[in-house]
């Protein structure tokens, strides 16, 4: 069974999901920092540094919430970056962040499904998602649609949630991932479930070998997996 956010709706985990990020998108950008203690954006550059040799010049962020990713990843020069995101809540925040910092004639963000991108095939010279994978609702579709859009050649960039395997930071880990974060999730964004379905989600995600193991199913090649921070997050590549 999916994990999904709100337990007690009959709704799927597609529209569940689009629902938590409208609902805390004010505080996303916040809790994402704070929570992680500004980890997260030396996570993203590290992401975006594994394209640098490629140069591509069409690249499209799924699952983009406010631009974070899309943003971070113009320090690639490309021509041209489309964000897609299934919550209208996050885009319009992300918006009003490219306006503010003059981005908007470089960064599209789109609302659109991942599972079901509006794209031609063989489109894009990169693919990359921070973050939003573990929320898809049928994660092999998401991932055969994000080769499908890929030029021949092209590169996905994936950075993901993780969990650490070694004591004793595993432990530490799970006890902040688990009872603190929740709450204060909780009390900042007023969502009772987004906080809790965030660890939930990562628990239930396919992270290491297994996800690598997807990615080739899907029909990508030469699949890495970086591990960062003790294991937290983990960075995966594949090339169509």
Not at 99 to 119: H, Y
Not at 168 to 181: E, M, S, T, V, W
């Amino acid at each position: 069974m999916a994990v999904v956010p709100y337990k007690e709706q009959q709704s799927g985990k597609k529209e569940q999901v689009a629902e938590m990020f409208n609902s805390i998108s004010k505080k996303y950008d916040f809790l994402n920092h704070f929570l992680s203690l500004g980890i997260d954006i030396i996570w993203r550059k590290k992401a975006i540094s594994l394209l640098k040799k490629d140069r591509p010049k069409l690249i499209l962020d799924i699952a983009t919430g406010t631009g974070d990713f899309a943003i971070e990843s113009l320090k690639l020069n490309p021509d041209k970056v489309i964000g897609v995101d299934i919550s209208e809540g996050m885009l319009n925040m992300g918006r009003e962040k490219l306006k503010k910092r003059q981005l908007d004639n470089k960064i599209e963000l789109q609302l659109g499904d991942s599972e079901k991108l509006l794209f031609d095939d063989n489109k894009f010279d990169a693919a990359i998602v921070s973050f939003g994978v573990r929320n898809f609702e049928d994660l092999e579709k998401g991932l055969a649609d994000m080769y499908r859009v890929l030029k021949p050649g092209g590169k996905t960039v994936i950075l993901e949630f993780s969990r650490p395997s070694k004591f004793p930071f595993k432990n530490i880990y799970n006890f902040y991932f688990k009872a603190i974060l929740p709450k204060i999730g909780r009390l900042v964004s007023k969502d009772k479930a987004a906080y809790t379905y965030l660890p939930e989600s990562v628990q239930a995600f396919p992270d290491g070998e297994r996800f690598l193991e997807i990615l080739e199913k899907v029909g990508f090649k030469n699949t890495q997996c970086k591990a960062l921070t003790f294991g937290v997050s983990s960075i995966y590549t594949g090339v169509k």
